[in-house]
C-alpha cells in the first residue's frame, strides 16, 4: 500500500518570502505520478504543480517548484514570493496508473499554510 | 462549461436516517471517486468507480454505498451504519487512460452534518 506523510501540519511565511513544504512517500511502484493540491478556504481542490516520477527535471510552474527526490522519496514544494492568495490547506498526493492500483489517488494529511501580510 | 457538480452544498441529517449526496460531471470521465476529508487526516477514499456497473471500495467503505447506473452519476448514500458521518465530502473525476494526466478533478464538495 501506498502512504504520503507531510510532517508540518501548519506553516505561516511572510509575504513575498520563499517557504517550503515537505512531503515523503512510500510506494513499491517505479512508475507513478506526484501531486500537490491547495484546498483555499472556499474548499474547492486546485491543482498546483504535478511530478512524473520518470522525469529527472523538476516540475516548475511559476512560483511553485519541487524538489523530487526518487530514490529518498522525498517531493517537498517550494512556494516563492508567497502572496496573500497562497494561503490554503496543501496536500501531497501520490497515484500509480496500473491496473492493479486502480488508479487510486493517496493523499497526505496536509499542510495549512498562511501567509503574513 | 464542464466541470463535477455535488449536491446539496450543506446537508443535515438525524440520527439513524440514510442520506445521499449526488455527483454528476459532463466530462465524459470513465472513473469517479468519493473522499471524505476530517480535519487532521487528510482525504480518505470511500469508494470508486472505473466504468458504469463497477465499482470499488476504498480505504473507509464501511457505512457507506455506491451506485453507477450512468457514466455521468456517482451518488454516495451514508448509511445509518456509518458510525461517524459528520465530514466534508469531496467527488472526483479522472480523464480516460491515454488521456490522462493523472490529475483528479473535483465537485466543491458537500458538508453533512449529523445532529
Known amino acids: 500500500a501506498q502512504t504520503v506523510t507531510q510532517s508540518q501540519p501548519e506553516m505561516s511565511v511572510q509575504e513575498a518570502e520563499t517557504v517550503t513544504l515537505s512531503c515523503t512517500y512510500d510506494?513499491?511502484?517505479?512508475?507513478?505520478?506526484l501531486f500537490w493540491y491547495k484546498q483555499p478556504p472556499s474548499r474547492q481542490m486546485i491543482l498546483v504543480i504535478r511530478?512524473?516520477?520518470?522525469?529527472?527535471q523538476n516540475a516548475t510552474e511559476n512560483r511553485f517548484s519541487v524538489n523530487f527526490q526518487k530514490a529518498a522519496k522525498s517531493f517537498s514544494l517550494k512556494i516563492s514570493d508567497s502572496q496573500l492568495g497562497d494561503t490554503a490547506m496543501y496536500f501531497c498526493a501520490f497515484m500509480t496508473l496500473t491496473k492493479s492500483s486502480g488508479d487510486k489517488l493517496t493523499f497526505g494529511t496536509g499542510t495549512r499554510l498562511a501567509v503574513r501580510p | 462549461d464542464g466541470g463535477i457538480t455535488q449536491s446539496p452544498k450543506y446537508l443535515f441529517r438525524k440520527e439513524g436516517q440514510n442520506v445521499t449526496l449526488s455527483c454528476e460531471q459532463n466530462l465524459n470521465h470513465d472513473a469517479m471517486y468519493w473522499y471524505r476529508q476530517d480535519p487532521g487526516q487528510g482525504l480518505r477514499l470511500i469508494y470508486y468507480?472505473?466504468?458504469?456497473?463497477?465499482?470499488q471500495k476504498g480505504d473507509i467503505a464501511e457505512g457507506y454505498s455506491v451506485s453507477r447506473e450512468k457514466k455521468e452519476s456517482f451518488p454516495l448514500t451514508v448509511t445509518s451504519a456509518q458510525k461517524n458521518p459528520t465530514a466534508f465530502y469531496l467527488c472526483a473525476s479522472i480523464p480516460p487512460i491515454g488521456a490522462s494526466t493523472g490529475e483528479l478533478f473535483f465537485g466543491e464538495g458537500s458538508r453533512l452534518t449529523v445532529l
Open positions: 510506494t513499491s511502484e517505479s512508475n507513478y505520478y
Open positions: 468507480s472505473q466504468i458504469v456497473n463497477d465499482f
Open positions: 511530478q512524473e516520477a520518470y522525469k529527472q
